[in-house]
């Protein structure tokens, strides 16, 4: 048992966030690369890049140089097992990135120097906050002509709601930016730009060298002394439990495109963020939901599915379910059950990844993410267990604001459309409404990229060119009843305003604001969500 338990608390899974373009996918990289688990680290450069950053793997995201799909890479470093889940940046994605966040037991946090917090940022801090998923921040683009520290760490610190404990403290910002000095090892290292260095390479001086530090950094050495004292004494000292709790943030300033400041990150992953943590489920008996927290030490194997995504290897148009383990050890040839609809589940592999590169699974723990190879059977959301009826919850959907028409251009290709959108919506790359009355298709989504991403994957993977075309619809409420009577009632007073969405949930069209609330005026006894949960369980009540 002693080594069972070693495996897990050796595990650490984060995902990191950030507003677009503040440097996340490069920090990544990095992390990768001084980890040992890549040779060479890809920049994300747009177009003409001769090579593209690890974990941007789809074709759109090497076009357009940005993350629209969330990839999970783990790595090995200092006999920790880090399973690292870099997130879609872009807001019109961010349904995927709130997935990702129920998957993590921490976050790490990217703010650019120059913009500090920004729109994106601050969502992702409200689905962590509501959570308590312990933040460690990262000041990216010291290099650059950026913001004074100690205002971007105030500004950190009203928008998270929390202090922030520097562990790290900059000298100087960009042409002048000199280096970093790192509060736990008491030592100064000195910037040197270029992307090809390793942490290894970088000079590093202990604070004993006062006089020789003040003379070589002159003024920025002074100012930075200064601040730093400043942002000390107001800061509070570093409580892991207090951390744990998602009460206070660590701040660690640094270059990433130039690898400088990273490794000190790295090093905080494995001493300061927490192994696997216990997850809620209900566990069902008699037909009864009771809840039940389950701890990653149990021995029995239980994971939660946050993650399907489709035909991640062109050749093998293969399906693949990311699943969390939760608790208790996986094997290969394992008997598994998918709780949903207590159906054996038999994977025809299953692997551990490196963005694209996969490796078979010999032996996987609490905290790990493993992909289950599926040719169908598996949505998200789905609790896979080798034993009792459970079910994980808190992972959510998110009624669509924006909506088309699917027009296929050549109806010969219907059956490669409805295999497309079952595949995508089940994916939870975009909503797929099914009119009860019947007629063309619609997509639902939270952003504009959305559309064009499964336009462009509709015709790349399954070879439908379809148009899109504006509709009627803004909104969409899924909705319940008391009895199903009252359900019935509902359907025969709006047959053209119902639809199924693609776990087959009935969900109310909306053309305003106010169709709602009349519907609610008129049928106090349906329920009307704007967040729905997995299939499995009752739907939120919010709103």
Request: aromatic share 8%.
């Amino acid at each position: 048992m002693s080594s069972f338990l070693n495996e897990v608390r050796r595990r650490r899974t984060f995902a990191i966030i950030s507003h677009p373009d503040a440097g996340k996918t490069t920090l990544t990289e990095k992390l990768l690369l001084f980890s040992g688990a890549i040779q060479i680290a890809g920049a994300v450069k747009g177009r003409k890049a001769s090579r593209h950053a690890t974990s941007d793997w789809m074709e759109i995201e090497k076009q357009r140089g940005i993350s629209v799909a969330s990839s999970v890479m783990q790595m090995l470093y200092r006999d920790h097992v880090i399973n690292l889940l870099d997130t879609p940046g872009h807001k019109d994605f961010s349904e995927d990135t709130y997935r990702v966040l129920t998957a993590v037991d921490s976050a790490l946090m990217v703010i650019d120097a120059a913009n500090g917090v920004e729109a994106q940022t601050r969502r992702l801090i409200e689905v962590c906050r509501q959570r308590d998923t312990p933040i460690i921040t990262f000041v990216n683009k010291m290099d650059r002509e950026v913001r004074d520290p100690l205002d971007i760490l105030d500004e950190v610190e009203r928008e998270l709601g929390m202090p922030c404990v520097p562990m790290t403290w900059p000298v100087g910002q960009g042409k002048l930016f000199g280096g970093i000095i790192n509060l736990r090892t008491q030592a100064m290292t000195v910037f040197d730009s270029g992307s090809e260095r390793l942490p290894q390479d970088f000079e590093t001086h202990p604070l004993s060298d006062q006089a020789q530090l003040a003379e070589r950094f002159g003024l920025e050495w002074a100012s930075a002394m200064e601040s730093m004292e400043l942002a000390t004494g107001a800061s509070p000292q570093f409580d892991k439990e207090a951390f744990l709790a998602g009460k206070q943030t660590p701040v660690f300033f640094g270059s990433g495109v130039n690898n400088f400041g990273v490794m000190e990150v790295l090093d905080a992953l494995v001493d300061l963020a927490p192994s696997p943590r216990p997850r809620l489920s209900h566990l069902v008996v008699n037909k009864q939901a009771e809840e039940k927290i389950i701890q990653p030490e149990d021995e029995g194997f239980a994971g939660v599915v946050f993650k399907v995504q489709a035909n991640m290897d062109a050749n093998h148009r293969d399906r693949i379910a990311f699943v969390r383990v939760a608790s208790g050890k996986f094997t290969p040839g394992m008997k598994l059950k998918v709780q949903r609809t207590a159906k054996e589940l038999r994977p025809t592999s299953v692997v551990t990844f490196m963005s694209q590169r996969r490796e078979a699974v010999e032996e996987a723990y609490a905290g790990d993410i493993i992909g289950f190879t599926t040719h169908g059977g598996v949505q998200l959301g789905d609790t896979i267990t080798d034993g009792p009826a459970l079910q994980f919850t808190g992972l959510p959907f998110f009624a669509p604001e924006l909506f088309m028409t699917v027009i296929l251009k050549n109806p010969l290709r219907t059956k490669q459309l409805q295999q497309g959108l079952d595949q995508l919506g089940e994916e939870g790359a975009i909503q797929v409404f099914k009119p009860e009355a019947g007629g063309a298709m619609l997509l639902g989504a939270v952003g504009q990229l959305q559309f064009e991403v499964v336009q462009h994957r509709l015709k790349a993977e399954y070879d439908c060119d379809v148009k899109l075309e504006s509709c009627q619809y803004t909104g969409a409420r899924w909705i319940t009843a008391d009895t199903p009577a009252e359900l019935r009632e509902f359907n025969y007073a709006y047959p053209q305003r119902m639809a199924l969405d693609a776990a087959n949930t009935l969900a109310y069209l909306c053309t305003s604001p106010y169709d709602v609330r009349l519907a609610q005026e008129r049928f106090p006894k349906i329920h009307f969500h704007p967040l729905r949960e997995h299939a499995g369980l009752a739907l939120s009540t919010a709103g």
